[in-house]
């Protein structure tokens, strides 16, 4: 019921005037858009996950509109530092993409070139040095992918019974497949052996999935490709996790950065909370490891009042309408009500893997 009233008042005001009225206000000028995407699909991830994945056109023409609007589209780091200081041109705009799947390289990064736009990725570095498909991710997209209706797999589900993987059971199975991992202490190579297990089960084709590079965070090597074309590569973690112990937090972003150095990314000082989870204690953190600006999935503007890493952001998904796009371009989308975000699961390292314990990712 939001969502509609909502839209029906972005209609209202494109047709009014409105809308243009405030892409040209002083209010708007002193204020950033920081988009983030996550997956462009290959095959048909955005007909899977929806709030990750958008298909290529649909990312085409979402940077038609911001250049049909006259938006100043910055880099990440120019952008932050015009922000503080009140020098933004009119209608700023900065594009970053979460995580570094491989469907950047292959299918987003040539549409945003196409546009001359300027972009960020939030790079998580784990799986672009073993570059074996995202355990977690792969595991949900195995479950939409099969037709089976059970599940038979005592040696995870600790059950002979053949567990139902539709209704109110498939979030119990999903959840003890995620922790499976870490409660037996597996490595990245063992991982990848359950999920070619879980696909056999299922009767998913497996190997084609790895063929497309599906569910893939791109290599090292396609990292330095892109950043030597432009692309501005940043701190995502390197386990794609955050923790609530300094130590743990302080050793995923040292391997992050050091990664990202070897991948050509010399300037790696901006971060993305992964899962958007951020807590008080962050930032001193990020402070004192030298960190200049730090993005959540907050919804809104960046101005001047924010501090600088918690930064609020749009992410642009497959249900957000045209009117809900152009509307937080001129920034009378910001004005309306809005849902609160809610963290992910899974994204504090101790619940994923056990206290201080990373052996699993190692």
Not at 228 to 233: K, P
Not at 331 to 348: I, N, S, T
Request: proline share 6%.
């Amino acid at each position: 019921m939001l969502k509609k009233a909502k839209i029906a008042v972005l209609r209202i005001a494109g047709s009014t005037g409105l809308t243009r009225l405030a892409m040209r206000s002083t209010w708007r000028r002193n204020r950033l858009l920081i988009l983030a995407y996550h997956g462009t699909s290959i095959d048909d991830e955005h007909q899977w996950d929806s709030s990750l994945y958008l298909p290529p056109a649909t990312l085409r023409a979402r940077l038609n509109l911001i250049r049909t609007a006259g938006c100043n589209v910055l880099p990440l780091d120019t952008a932050v530092r015009l922000l503080y200081r009140s020098e933004l041109p009119p209608r700023s705009v900065v594009l970053t993409f979460d995580d570094g799947p491989h469907d950047f390289y292959t299918q987003a990064f040539p549409i945003v070139r196409s546009f001359g736009f300027p972009v960020t990725v939030y790079l998580t570095t784990y799986y672009a040095a073993h570059n074996r498909p995202v355990y977690d991710v792969m595991l949900r997209y195995l479950l939409w992918k099969s037709r089976h209706p059970t599940l038979c797999w005592p040696e995870v589900l600790g059950t002979e019974a053949e567990v139902p993987l539709s209704g109110s059971a498939s979030p119990s199975v999903l959840e003890r497949l995620q922790r499976h991992p870490g409660e037996h202490s597996l490595t990245g190579a063992q991982k990848d052996s359950l999920l070619c297990r879980l696909a056999e089960l299922l009767e998913v084709d497996y190997q084609a999935i790895l063929r497309k590079r599906l569910l893939h965070i791109m290599s090292l090597d396609e990292v330095r490709e892109l950043a030597a074309q432009g692309v501005d590569f940043q701190l995502h973690t390197h386990r794609h996790g955050v923790s609530l112990y300094k130590a743990v937090f302080q050793r995923e972003i040292a391997d992050n950065r050091a990664l990202l150095k070897t991948a050509g990314s010399l300037a790696a000082r901006h971060f993305c909370y992964p899962g958007g989870v951020h807590r008080p204690q962050f930032l001193p953190w990020l402070r004192e490891w030298d960190i200049a600006s730090a993005t959540t999935c907050e919804l809104g503007l960046a101005s001047r009042q924010c501090d600088a890493l918690l930064l609020p952001r749009l992410v642009d998904t497959g249900s957000l309408t045209e009117h809900e796009f152009v509307g937080w371009l001129s920034g009378v989308a910001a004005l309306l009500p809005k849902r609160p975000y809610v963290e992910g699961p899974g994204q504090f390292l101790e619940e994923r893997l056990g206290s201080g314990c990373l052996v699993g990712l190692t």
